[in-house]
């Protein structure tokens, strides 16, 4: 089994930088991951480091990364405006990964999930696969405002990870518009997990079955 080297990850070539922790494994498969976070955390949440290391002991090299805003403020959401800025980040942070690797794969938590899927929406072919955890389809108690006009721009195989009770979306919704998707989609389901996805005792078992089943659909 493989194990990870981390250390802070910098890359200022074109604004905004990148800015996180590589995992590099010891049998390396090859692929990479940028994994990036919510919007109420940064890059150093328990789900993103625990998915880092379970995807690299799996032969992943993995990136996660700080989107600019959490670069900018270090605590709080995103300030209005800032989703633009937010995808160029996650666009440089695949593109830095592209220069050492075989297949580039995108993914995020929540806030994190929306911006690399509209990313891979407006740019088709610039990563092989995305890995959208706990994806915000609508403000929570208004089902009304869909977050799904990007939908079906969408050219790039989505495997999305959901908790039965997160209250951003419930499963029935989520299965509902992933129709409007015409890209390969699949959908984990977490039982009984909110929009958090894991907590203490539950994270192990979360992040081997995200590994393992991302790792079968990108191999599909």
Not at 42 to 47: A, E, I, K, R, Y
């Amino acid at each position: 089994m493989g194990q990870s080297r981390v250390f802070p990850f910098f890359h200022g070539v074109r604004a905004p930088c990148v800015c996180g922790f590589l995992h590099v494994p010891a049998s390396p498969s090859g692929d990479s991951l940028v994994l990036t976070h919510g919007a109420g955390a940064n890059c150093q949440s328990p789900l993103l480091v625990a998915l880092a290391t379970g995807f690299c002991e799996s032969g992943l090299t993995v990136l996660r990364s700080d989107l600019p805003f959490r670069q900018l403020y270090p605590h709080g959401p995103p300030p209005r405006g800032s989703a633009d800025h937010d995808q160029q980040g996650l666009r440089n942070a695949v593109w830095a990964m592209k220069r050492a690797s075989g297949r580039v794969f995108l993914g995020g938590h929540s806030y994190g999930s929306r911006q690399a899927m509209m990313l891979a929406a407006a740019e088709p072919g610039l990563v092989d696969g995305l890995l959208l955890l706990s994806y915000p389809l609508h403000p929570p108690k208004r089902p009304e405002q869909l977050r799904t006009d990007h939908f079906p721009l969408l050219r790039t195989p989505s495997l999305f990870v959901h908790g039965s009770r997160d209250g951003f979306g419930s499963m029935e919704e989520l299965t509902a518009v992933l129709k409007l998707i015409p890209a390969l989609t699949g959908l984990v389901t977490v039982q009984g997990a909110g929009h958090e996805l894991v907590s203490t005792r539950t994270v192990g078992d979360v992040t081997t079955t995200v590994v393992k089943t991302f790792w079968n659909f990108v191999t599909q």
